[in-house]
């Protein structure tokens, strides 16, 4: 597989509060994106970073990036009730960027 | 619609039987990927064109095929359809192999009963 031990499969908070998601990978990569996805709705990219980064911001959201430790964590302050959807961590398995390989995902709940 | 356009949203098949998804890029994004996603979990990567030329595949079962056309639109065959095909098939595309700002589809709702 791809990716190591995963992130917790689901979270439940309370609207306002900030939330912190991990991933890890197995394989090299030269980005980890981060994506949401709405129910019914196509996987929507919220942040790329880059092998050569650290850490990107977002609006409400924070990336970071460890190549040593081939991990990467997704932050969101503030969290909303439309915040509530999947998070899926995704690299490009050494490909350069030419597909995109998605790791099992985050449910978050956002409750108001 | 300047987003990645996927028809038909919805379809019903029976078990053996056949469909066509149709995957439209934004315009001018050359790199065009499928996806398959079930029971809302992980996207399983099934097959990448870039500039009509197929890069890589995945998981794509031998019942299928893609094909990506000279305006770059894609489409899947599917044949011989079985239950287990039931899913969620998005297409995503990019400006070009090897750049990773992908914007997928709504997806296509296949249904095989």
């Known amino acids: 597989s791809q990716w190591g031990e995963e992130n917790l499969q689901a979270l439940s908070i309370q609207e306002g509060e900030d939330v912190t998601m991990n991933c890890s990978y197995k394989t090299y990569t030269t980005v980890v994106q981060w994506y949401r996805q709405k129910s019914g709705k196509g996987p929507a990219q919220l942040i790329l970073i880059r092998s050569n980064e650290r850490e990107k911001r977002s609006g409400r959201l924070r990336a970071t990036l460890d190549t040593s430790s081939q991990s990467s964590s997704l932050s969101i302050t503030g969290t909303l009730a439309t915040d509530t959807a999947v998070y899926f961590c995704?690299?490009?398995?050494?490909?350069?960027?030419?597909?995109?390989?998605f790791g099992s995902g985050t449910r978050l709940l956002v409750s108001p | 619609d300047s987003g990645v356009v996927q028809s038909p949203r919805h379809i019903i098949k029976e078990k053996g039987g056949r469909s066509v998804l149709t995957c439209i890029p934004i315009?001018?994004?050359?790199?065009v990927v499928w996806y398959q996603q079930t029971l809302g979990k992980e996207l399983k990567f099934l097959i990448q064109h870039y500039e009509k030329v197929e890069r890589d595949k995945g998981f794509l079962p031998s019942r299928f095929s893609v094909q990506q056309f000279d305006d770059y639109h894609s489409e899947m065959n599917m044949s011989a359809l079985e239950l287990e095909d039931s899913a969620m098939y998005f297409c995503a595309s990019s400006l070009r192999g090897g750049n990773s700002d992908y914007t997928f589809g709504s997806g296509t709702r296949l249904l095989v009963i």
């Open positions: 315009s001018g994004h050359s790199n």
């Open positions: 995704a690299t490009d398995a050494g490909t350069g960027g030419y597909k995109v390989v």
